[in-house]
């Protein structure tokens, strides 16, 4: 077998072959080193195999423990006693590096390139879940045509130091192949007898075939029959859909990733069509009319501004750390003046854009499939249209306008502000301001009240604005010249909550500063102020002395009226009944939709996947419900299923023009 990994013997000089050589007769060849001569295909491919197999089982350890493991023995009893998850994650991945093998023909480039797509995904893995305490799911491929957003998460070092990384760990699995060339030449179609070149190429499109085939199916995860589901399941189900990391630990990343391919976002309910969802309009019609009864307000010449202020938590609620003064103390004072409580998040650390879509439609995420991370990119932008807060304004007489001072295409905001029905989006470089306060590289909350302001006095209709701010967004390291003062937390901890609750108190001074010039305004205007999540700072120890309640997805809402306010303390509440509340603070009458959130959130106020929480506090599963309180969650569940992916009957008695 002729190859180019072993060179052919040195030819005679040039006039040897016809000379005498007598003189050397009797002497003894002088014998070198032994030279291993190369081994066959056969054996070439037999050992590849084996190699690409233990390549496979050490990437795969580095996807799990980018999950945070750290040697608990529950996972290790997960993994390999209890569930098959580690090996299940590790036949995928090899699987795609015999895919690649087969493909390009170079096991130690498949293994290379291979490499350089699992260290970044495991780094980003980790840093997501010290962030936001969540894994990276399949939808967050939509972020890579945004590095600007990516960049506030990763510093530029850390980026250059992984690429670097990247670059030797290529190199190596480059160099190392061509050492082991000599010993194991890569089998060459064009050099192999016929009769072993046709087996190979025969072989290369078998396992690329075979590979493909099985690797297709992983896309179909969520379907019923999967093979791929029966593999991770053979031993019983233990998905966690209630919490993505355990879910990622337990069932293994790749199972884990795999868990939260796509999928529709609502299994049909029960009974669902026609005839049941005229039985619930009917039912929702009667209880709107009886709410409005005693409704003596109205909306229709008011400006409604909903303010998502970025991680806009109260501090001083957690335990772990002491601040030297209150940063929202402004904010408090009016929240005692108001319609005002807690909102429980969804996520530590993030998903701001879920609160928005749970606010403009009052949809829960909760009531969805888990697989349904991020409503806006897997499910609002596939539509031209979406029942929303938007279009019910919209033909109520208000103009709708969307203002976020920052790129357009996070969440695909663009594309799903056009589908909710906004007719303007003003953002970060539309602003009529885009002030900054000292080091902070995110446009403040001064100047996003501003813009706000501008639209009302530069309009003759009433508003419907959704305005998300940015000026508390990660990262805050060094963002302000004067942090508060921090104690109980030492090394950067401190400096990061001290800059986090300094940006607080600036929120907390523009609110106020908002507020005032609303009052001395001409314009009736009813405002609605919630923050979506805690940020994605505090170390395991502030965490670990908040884990026994709900703290760490609590944010401060309220309701605040131009034309006067009542203090009416309310629940925790889910940011999806925040409209019925919107018009409770205005006693203005409400469409059925709302009536049916209004009606729910007297019994149940807030939601989470795997977690139901009544108007009095207490977490209930849903089979100890009351009867009541159930007909409410089932009603809503089929709402959310007719609204969302079902055939909209009821969306023009329930919620007129809600859908344009």
Known sequence: MSTSSVADPPLPAQGDEGEDRAPDAGRPREVGPAVEEPHGPDVVLRRGAGVSLLAAVVLTLVLEVSTLWRGEPRWLLDQFVTGIAFYADTLV??????????????????????SAVVIPVAAANRVKIILREEPI?????????????LSAFVSPWMVALLVLALAVVVAACVMVGRRLGRRYPRPSLRRLPRRQAVQLGLLRVGVLLVTAT???????????????????EVRGEHWRYWNQKTNYRSNGFVGGFLYNMPISAMATPTGYDQAAMDQVSARYTAAAERINRTRTGSLDDVNVVLVLSESFTDPTQLDGFELERDPILRTRATMEETTSGTMLAQLYGGGTANMEFETLTGQSIALFRPQMVSPYQMLVADYSSYPSAVGWFKSQGHEAIAIHPFMVGLYKREQVYRTLGFEEFIHDTSMQSQEMIDDNPYIDDAAAFDEVLHQIEDHDDPLMINLVTMQNHIPVEGNYDDPIDVSGVGGDQDDRIGQYARGLEHTDVALADFFHELETSDEKTVVLFYGDHLPGIYDSDVKNANNDGLGLYETPFFVWNSEGNVHRPMPLTSPAFFLPLVYRAADAPVPPYLALLDRMHRRISALQHGRIVTSDGAETPEESLDSRSAQLLEDMRLVQYDFSIGERYAVDELWPGAAE
């Open 93 to 114: 991945v090899w699987l795609l590096l015999l895919f690649v093998w087969s493909l390009i023909g170079r096991l130690w480039w498949s293994i290379g390139l291979l």
């Open 137 to 149: 799911y399949p939808s967050d491929i939509d972020f890579l045509s945004e590095p600007g957003f």
């Open 214 to 232: 099985l690797l297709f199916q992983t896309t179909k995860f969520n379907e019923p029959g999967n093979l791929w589901r029966k593999a991770y």
